[in-house]
């Protein structure tokens, strides 16, 4: 899925995409957009990634209007992604491109479709900025 994204985002502009499996608290700072794929497991968020975010509050980064989405593979609840959009909306006052995107296990063609059309739609929404 996150291939899929950031593909439709590289295909649909002059932007630079980084497709990360890790990142380091700082850098979140370097983007202009923060998409994140997140599973979901016992209804709720990875511990990873809380802490992520748990952490950027805590250096007090500032995201403030940057472009936010989550995605990501579910079973049969899906929580995760909408928590982390919350996250990025209500805590650190990002732009999110919602509704969270989900995909039920292994991604089917038109769940990748849709992960390509996020990408796309992220790297306007940035061009309609500049
Ligand atoms: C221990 C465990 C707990 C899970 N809990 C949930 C859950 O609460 N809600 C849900 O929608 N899917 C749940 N799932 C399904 C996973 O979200 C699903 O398998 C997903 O494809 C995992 O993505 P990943 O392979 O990228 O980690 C759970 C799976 C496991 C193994």
Redesign the pocket.
Known sequence: MAIAVSEGAQNSGNIEVELNFHVDTESLNDYDAILIGV?????DVPLDFKNLFEEAAHQGLNLKDKVGSAFG??????EAPRLIMEIMKYKFEMKVLEPPLLGK?SPDQNTLNACEDLGKKVSESLMNRA
């Open positions: 599973p979901t497991y016992h209804h593979s579910y079973g049969w609840s899906g296990y």
